[in-house]
């Protein structure tokens, strides 16, 4: 029977030491369900746990507490069993700027005995078949994106977990790697992305988990959690909106002006707006029932606000005793190239 769960977390639990704070909880009992074949975004502000959540799934970090599963398998104890079913980027790989693209995947792919043939496969699956025997110096960044996710497909991953795989990207290289993510998606690839760009996630993501200081708040289909959070208000244009809103007061209804519109919140019956206006002779040239997107969720959700672009980091900061550790996890095989100074040749 075909495991339709691909990655289960239960009551993660992670906490820091630090040496000013004492012991931060960076992950406070966080569950999360990722399924077979989905497009799966793990939304949160910056700072509530998320690439700690994504380093414990792969053996990186020790959890304190807590049950992870990756295709029905335990983890960490039997992470050795499915880890050349994972591809994974949790951190910004740092390449030889004097190799080729092509040289930069053979060299890993000969570290772990992949043939040549699949290295020229992931090039032209990540669009770099043209550019492959360029110097990675040469890269724009997202080239340089799209050559790391190339590395992680080296293994033919069933799960790939990439965290913040567009950060930095201009507009083009953000719709590039969307389609790259698509793409993977429709061949069957299980895609579990960590990510703050909340229009991409709408638009590329089958499902979302949304965490705050450590723990889900809301999870479910993209549209269901959109929709769970629908307050019924209604937006509304009228000539002269002053002279409207003391006949909506009158009414028992708590308008308010957002430039030229009225807003009504918590509306049920759009129609009784239209008829208290209408009775006094005012009448309603536009009336459309506010819908919000994830972003306006995610801000309701996490009680978070946007600044210069991305959302401020939660105070995570809980003091705790401190847990007892269990035995220590292996560390998940990872394929990476770090220079040395100067680099080769």
Known sequence: MQVTVVCEISGLRKSFRTLRRGPVVAVDGLDLVV?????????????????????????????????????????????????????????????????????TLRLLASSVGIPDARVHE??????????????VKAYSLGMRQRLAVASALLKKPELLILDEPANGLDPAGIREMRELMQS????????????????????????????????????????DVIASQSTGDVRVLV???????PVLAE???????????????????????????????????ELVQLKPDLETVFLQ?????????????????????????????????????TPESGGPA
């Open 301 to 337: 959700l996490t009680g978070t606000a946007p600044v210069a672009g991305r959302y401020p980091q939660v105070d995570d900061s809980v003091r705790v005793p401190p847990p007892p550790l269990p035995v220590s996890a292996p560390v998940a095989e990872t394929i990476t190239v």
């Open 251 to 285: 009414a028992g209804l708590e308008a308010h002006r957002v430039n030229e519109h009225i807003v009504v919140p918590r509306m049920n019956d759009p129609a009784f707006v239209t008829r208290t206006l209408g009775e006094k002779d005012i009448w309603v040239s």
């Open 184 to 223: 993977l998606a429709a061949n069957g690839v299980t895609v579990l992305v960590s990510s703050h760009l909340l229009g991409e996630v709408e638009q590329l993501c089958d499902t979302v988990t949304i965490v705050s200081r450590g723990r889900r708040v809301h999870t479910g289909k993209v549209a």
């Open 122 to 135: 992931v090039l032209e699956i990540v669009g770099l078949r043209d550019r492959a025997r360029q110097n």
């Open 239 to 245: 000539a002269d909106p002053e002279a409207a809103l």
């Open 35 to 103: 399924h077979r074949g989905e497009v799966h975004g793990f939304l949160g502000p910056n700072g509530c746990g998320k690439t700690t959540t994504l380093r414990a799934l792969l053996g990186l970090v020790r959890a304190d507490a807590g049950i992870m599963r990756v295709f029905g398998e335990p983890l960490p104890e039997r992470l050795p069993h499915v880890v050349n079913r994972v591809g994974a980027i949790v951190e910004a790989p740092n390449f030889f700027g004097n190799f080729t693209g092509f040289q």
